[in-house]
Each structure stands twice: as structure tokens, then as C-alpha cells.
């Protein structure tokens, strides 16, 4: 109690600086520290008659007094001009920003005051100065301020993760002191199919796995294009069958099969059917008794080993169905994995000295085999459970979880933490549910009859990371700390919403990209004796399925499909074309109209973009008639350009990004709705983030397609917002080119998007509303 009492005393003694100081980095500063109680010689002073008191005076006074010169210190500090400066800031900026909110909804805004300025706080987008918008993207924080409360493994100065591996369980998790016979009866299962060579032979995890490719074959992987066919199926669609190698004959989807003929290690043939159980219809018929129509196509080819790319994943219908799918598969080849290595443990045991033989290389030159990428937290749990659920034969026979506590406390949330009066759209709800921070890597051991987590990424047999965790261990050229040698030997690659690191930093996904598969700089204890030969020859991509998974058709999505997928196998991508666009949602009538840009090449397009728009567009919306213009900006750097510009010119505009603290946003939407400023640059991230209704709207203008189509049409439904009954003066202008194809086709479909794209025309008008 004397500690904590002086202790509160000390604190009292501070200044605002100072106590600062002590609640970001959890110490005092260098010139708070207490100086030791125990004399020494070098520290000794004399006290002058005029020296401060302290408390502690009375209580030792024959004690040498060794604080005092903590005390003069710290006078000096008391009446700091710098730290009476810094407070008055911080108490302007916040009354600034309550009087914006409390004026903001005087006006008879009736959206919640939280949706205001006071958003929730795991949705907060990181308060930053916009310039450093190209290094530091608004989700490294977002739900930042969420996770701090469970969070022990974050450094509260950087944000960085604070390493915590389990190092208690290494022996238990290790393969390679383990052998068939420990686990759970699986010996005689496997030794039954390997002496059936049937079995062998069909299985597709020793098909793909057990292939040696041959150096031309490697050659012309690396050098010839691919040759694609086209197939129809019944869920899926439009699929597009690509192959370097051979020209694989088509694959069809079977109509009906039953468990054993997927493969299935021992343990999920029977708890596949219990876990999916919720998104199985009672109209199933009995040979889809296992899976949903979408799940049976997508693991049909998914077990071929090919790569798969699915850009219609949505999380409010399909994408916990997609979720469970890629986890069976990713655990089927993990059991399989594991059982092989640990059953040539046996045997390599039981051999007779002195006999090598080649017949045991079944591993890679690292342990990880599975690299599974998401988006946040509260993915890497969901995985998480369905691993356990799908590891736990019945309710007697419970799995062992190590650190399941601490997974818990760091990856979930508080569902009582969030306003129950906050309204955001539903693909909203379900994108942002649960904990939604994006900086986390952890590494999981599985064996069949346990699970350690946090194992460490040598001894892991799947790591779950955002591409953000992954690009701070990665680290970059230069730097010290940086490894990536655990990447070298990974199978299987996951990307699951891929969409949303568009809106992240994509950057982070293409420098991961360019570390995967890579030689390790150092052995890390590996036997090489049981290292495959195709990682030894550093082919190692070759073998690497890649499963992406996304909400839309991006250019840069498919470029990681098409360049840094190397497959020898082949890859499967879902190419269906949108029938009717977004445009067909827009309630309100609204003229729309579409002006092409004429641009020589895909890298001009961003320049000619800003020289039609401030030469053919903006002129239009100079005048004061047309006040209210709202223009939408996806890309950031283009959002600075005409930032810049407009102050250049002194138009008379505001500004949301997603780096705008939130008295920013206030002062920003009630100038624009009051008319007192007559243009509003709003970035596409800051809606993403936000989903803000802005108010006030009678012009729009797009100065590039959305990256969501269903954005286009929640932007011009916000003028229904604004009760002014000038509905026959709202516009809507849109700027695009050839090279956005898919963006365009996205917003009005594909027999529009043909039309404009032929014609000759550079501006197209098209009308919505109910009397259209």
C-alpha cells in the first residue's frame, strides 16, 4: 500500500506531458525515474536549507536524501510552456468537435449520434495527417482501440505484435520424434491403404505430391503459355480450365459420390458431415448429404490440386459455406501430410542399420505446408473452430487445445461493446463483425489427437496471418530482423477476401507474393535425407495449389492469379459476367451520364483522367448553380492530386479521406449540406471504412468507377437523403475507359458495357428512377 500510495503522490507531481508519457509506454520517462533508496557513494549531495521538502522527509529524517535533485528536476518540468500548449490543443480540438456533432444533428439529421462523429471504436479509422496515407493504410488501426482491451501481445508505443510462441509442447508437436503408433489407431488404416496400391495411386495427395517433374517440363512452365479451354457447370458457372503442360481433358462435376471417394483422412469422413450440417438444406438429396451444391463444385476442385479462383464470394450468403470448404481441405492435406511423415518415422525406426534409401523424402526443407491469409481476427477464429470441430470425433472424445484461453482473450471480442442503436448496411455488419484488427500472424501444430497454438512457424504445420502481420516479419531489404525462410516449403496458399485488401494495402499481398517459395538463407535443423527432391531443386512453386477467393473481378486480383501462380497442374477460374449491373438499384430519378476518356495506354490513363477532368468536367461545375457536387474518389493518390488542385485554385471545397479525424468529418459534412462549401472530395476507403450517409447531395460525379459495383448505387441513393424537392436538377456524371472493362460492367452490365464500348460515342445517358 506505501508503494501505490507513493506512487499516486509522484503522479500527482506531474505534468500532463509526463503522465502521458506514463499511460502510452506503460513507464515514467528517463527523468521521473525514482532514484534508489540505497546510499552510494557517487550520488551523495548535500541538501541546501532551501531545498523542497518531500513527504517522505518524516518519515526517515536521519535517511540521506537522494530525491531532491528528482524534485528540482521536475520543478523545471512543472511549468513547461510546451506541455500548457500541447493541453490546450487537445482540450480546443475536443470541444471543437462536440460543438460539429451537437450542430450536425441540431440539424434534424436522423442518423445516431455515433454514426456522426462518435463512431463505435472498433471501426475507428486511425487518426493520422493524411500525407502518410501511402505507408501507414487505415487498417493497420482499425478496431485497434477494440483489441487493446484483450490484446497482451501488442506493444502499446508501435502497434507491433509482441512475439509469443509455446515453447512447453515442442516435443509433443515434433514430427520428427513422433511415429504412427502414438496416434490415434490411424497405424493399421494406413497400413491397409498402402497395401493397396489402388488406393494409392487415386489418391489426390499422392498424385500431386509424389510427381517428379522433369526439367523441361519445369522449362516450359516458366516459358510457354497457357492453353485454356471453357466449361459450364451447374453452380459455379463459366469456368476457365488453363494448363502449361498437357491439355488436360475437362473437368465435370460428379452428380454423385459418396465420402470415400474424396479421400478423406480417417477423422473427417465422420465429423465433415456433423460440422456442415447448418448449411445443408432439408431438401438435400441424399448423395448431397455431405455438402451444399456450391461446396460440392468448389471441392471437387479444390481435391484435384489445381488452383482455384472464385470472385463471387459474399460474405452475407456464401461465405461461411466457402470457409468451411477450404478448411476440410486444408486439414485433409495437413493429416496426410503428418501421417506420412510420421509413419516412415516408423519405419526408417525399424530398418536395419547402415541401409539408406530414398523412399522416405516426405517433406519439405521447412515445416509449414499451409499459409492461409485474412483479412482480420475474427476469420483466424472462425478457422480456428472449425479445425477443432472438425478434429473432435464425438463430445467423449475432446481434442487437447493448448493456449486456447489466450486465443480466445487476443482473437475474440466483446459483442456487448458495440452501440446497439448504430445502423450500417448488412454486408456492412457481416464484413466488420467480431474483432476486426488486421495486424496478427499465428502459427498452429496439428496431430490428430491435439492442436498447440502459437506454436512456432518452424514447428507449425498452418500459419493464419493478415497480409499486414505477414509484411512485418517479411520486413524489407536492409532491414534486420526479417525472416521469411519459413515460406520456403509452403503447398497449399489461401487468399480469402481478396477484395478487402484492395481497400488495406495491396502492396502487402504483392510482397508476400514475392517471398513465398524462395530457398531458405539457413537449414534450420532440417534432415535433408527426407527432403523432397522438387524442394531441393527449388521447384518448389510448382507444387504450391493456390485457392483465391474474392467478392469481385479486379485487374489486380487477377494479376496475382495469372503471374504468381505457377501450378503445374492447372487453374481453374470462375469468369461469369454480370447480367444487369448495380445501376439497375438506384431508387432515386437521376440522369447518368457516362463520358469516356480516350487514354493511348493503360499507364496514361491517370493523367489523362485529371487533365479531361479539370478541362471537359469541372469547368461544368464551376458555376454556383451548381453547388452540392459531391465527387467520389477510389484511388487516394488520385484524391490528393485534386486536392492540391482545388486549393491551387481556391474553389471553394472540403475534404473526407479516410485519414480525417472525426471533428474534420463534422465540420466537412455540415458545411456541405449548409451549401457554405459548394464541393466535396470523398475518398472510396473512408466509405468503405465508414458508410457514412452524406447529405446534401444534387450532384454527383464519379471520378472513377467504384471497386464495388453496389457503392455506385448506395452513393446516388444518398440524394434521397436531402428532403429539397429539386429532384429534376440532381446529375450525375461518370468518368471511364476502355481498360475498366469489368468495373463498368460490374455498374450496368454486360450488354451496356458492350454497346459503349463499340460505339463511337464518348458520352452515354442512361435514367433511373421509378418512372424510367
Request: glycine share 4%.
Amino acid at each position: 500500500m506505501g508503494k501505490r500510495r507513493g506512487g499516486r503522490e509522484l503522479a500527482r507531481g506531474l505534468s500532463k506531458r509526463q503522465r502521458k508519457h506514463l499511460r502510452q509506454f506503460g513507464e515514467q520517462h528517463p527523468v521521473c525515474d525514482r532514484v534508489s533508496g540505497r546510499p552510494e557513494a557517487t550520488q551523495i549531495c548535500e541538501l541546501s536549507d532551501n531545498s523542497d521538502k518531500s513527504s517522505a522527509e518524516s518519515d526517515s529524517e536521519t535517511e540521506v536524501e537522494q530525491v531532491s535533485v528528482y524534485h528540482k528536476l521536475l520543478a523545471t518540468l512543472k511549468a513547461s510552456p510546451e506541455s500548457e500548449s500541447e493541453e490546450e490543443e487537445d482540450e480546443s480540438e475536443s470541444e471543437e468537435a462536440g460543438e460539429s456533432e451537437a450542430e450536425l444533428d441540431s440539424e434534424g439529421s436522423r442518423e445516431p449520434r455515433e454514426a456522426v462523429g462518435g463512431e463505435e471504436e472498433q471501426n475507428d479509422v486511425p487518426e493520422q495527417e493524411e500525407e502518410v496515407a501511402a505507408k501507414d493504410p487505415p487498417e493497420q488501426a482499425l478496431g485497434q482501440e477494440e483489441a487493446d482491451g484483450v490484446e497482451t501481445s501488442c506493444d502499446p508505443n508501435r502497434g507491433a505484435i509482441e512475439e509469443f510462441t509455446d515453447v512447453k509442447h515442442e516435443a509433443e508437436f515434433s514430427l520428427e520424434t513422433n511415429f504412427m503408433e502414438e496416434e490415434s489407431g490411424d497405424c493399421d488404416a494406413d497400413k491397409r491403404e498402402s497395401n493397396s496400391s489402388q488406393a494409392f495411386s487415386e489418391d489426390p495427395f499422392k498424385q500431386h505430391m509424389d510427381k517428379e517433374l522433369k526439367e523441361k517440363e519445369v522449362e516450359k512452365i516458366s516459358t510457354l503459355s497457357k492453353t485454356s479451354s471453357q466449361s459450364k457447370w451447374p453452380r459455379l458457372g463459366q469456368l476457365t480450365f488453363s494448363s502449361t503442360l498437357e491439355k488436360h481433358t475437362t473437368l465435370k462435376p460428379d452428380k454423385e459420390f459418396s465420402v470415400k471417394q474424396l479421400y478423406l483422412h480417417k477423422p473427417l469422413e465422420s465429423t465433415w458431415p456433423k460440422v456442415n450440417k447448418h448449411y445443408l438444406s432439408s431438401a438435400s438429396k441424399p448423395s448431397d448429404s455431405f455438402f451444399t451444391p456450391l461446396q460440392r463444385e468448389l471441392f471437387c476442385i479444390m481435391n484435384t490440386y489445381r488452383d482455384l479462383f472464385y470472385p463471387e464470394r459474399n460474405a452475407l450468403t456464401n461465405g461461411e459455406e466457402i470457409r468451411h470448404a477450404y478448411c476440410l481441405h486444408a486439414l485433409n492435406h495437413i493429416l496426410k501430410a503428418n501421417a506420412q511423415v510420421l509413419s516412415n518415422n516408423a519405419k526408417k525406426r525399424d530398418q536395419k542399420p547402415g541401409t539408406d534409401s530414398d523412399d522416405y523424402r516426405d517433406q519439405g526443407l521447412t515445416r509449414p505446408k499451409v499459409l492461409m491469409i485474412v483479412p482480420f481476427r475474427e476469420c483466424a477464429l472462425r478457422i480456428v473452430h472449425i479445425f477443432i470441430s472438425l478434429l473432435e470425433v464425438n463430445e467423449k472424445r475432446k481434442i487437447d487445445v493448448s493456449n486456447k484461453k489466450r486465443f480466445k482473450g487476443e482473437f475474440g471480442s466483446d459483442p456487448d461493446e458495440k452501440p446497439p442503436n448504430l445502423k450500417r448496411p448488412e454486408d456492412y455488419e457481416a464484413v466488420f463483425a467480431g474483432n476486426i484488427d488486421d495486424h496478427f500472424r499465428i502459427g498452429v501444430a496439428i496431430l490428430q489427437k491435439s492442436m498447440r497454438l502459437y506454436a512456432p512457424f518452424y514447428s507449425s504445420d498452418i500459419i493464419i496471418a493478415s497480409p499486414l502481420g505477414m509484411r512485418t516479419i517479411i520486413g524489407t531489404e536492409g532491414e534486420k530482423k526479417r525472416d521469411f525462410d519459413f515460406l520456403s516449403s509452403i503447398e497449399m496458399l489461401i487468399i480469402d477476401q481478396a477484395d478487402i485488401y484492395l481497400m488495406q494495402n495491396w502492396e502487402h499481398v504483392l510482397h508476400l507474393m514475392r517471398h513465398i517459395n524462395l530457398l531458405p538463407l539457413d537449414s534450420h535443423g532440417v534432415d535433408f535425407s527426407r527432403v523432397r527432391m522438387p524442394n531441393l531443386n527449388n521447384w518448389s512453386k510448382y507444387y504450391r495449389q493456390t485457392l483465391l477467393f474474392s467478392a469481385l473481378q479486379d485487374p489486380q486480383i487477377n494479376a496475382i492469379f495469372n503471374k504468381h501462380c505457377f501450378n503445374y497442374v492447372g487453374q481453374v477460374a470462375v469468369r461469369n459476367v454480370p447480367l444487369s449491373g448495380s445501376i439497375s438499384r438506384v431508387v432515386v430519378q437521376l440522369p447518368h451520364v457516362f463520358r469516356r476518356i480516350e487514354a493511348e495506354n493503360l499507364t496514361s490513363v491517370i493523367d489523362t483522367r485529371f487533365q479531361f477532368f479539370i478541362d471537359k468536367v469541372l469547368p461544368e461545375y464551376r458555376d454556383a448553380i451548381m453547388s452540392h457536387t459531391l465527387i467520389y474518389v477510389p484511388s487516394y493518390f488520385d484524391y490528393v492530386r485534386l486536392r492540391n488542385y482545388f486549393k491551387k485554385e481556391e474553389l471553394n471545397f472540403t475534404h473526407i479521406c479516410e485519414y480525417t479525424k472525426k471533428a474534420g468529418i463534422c465540420r466537412a459534412r455540415r458545411s456541405f449540406l449548409k451549401g457554405e462549401k459548394q464541393f466535396l472530395l470523398l475518398t472510396e476507403r473512408f466509405h468503405f471504412y465508414k458508410r457514412y450517409t452524406i447529405k446534401g447531395i444534387r450532384n454527383l460525379i464519379f471520378y472513377e468507377l467504384p471497386t464495388y459495383s453496389h457503392f455506385y448505387s448506395e452513393i446516388c441513393n444518398m440524394m434521397k437523403a436531402t428532403d429539397s424537392g429539386v429532384d429534376a436538377t440532381w446529375t450525375c456524371t461518370v468518368l471511364y475507359s476502355k481498360y475498366d472493362a469489368q468495373k463498368l460492367a460490374a455498374v450496368v452490365g454486360i450488354d451496356r458495357t458492350a454497346q459503349m464500348l463499340q460505339s463511337k460515342k464518348n458520352v452515354h445517358l442512361f435514367v433511373t428512377g421509378e418512372n424510367e
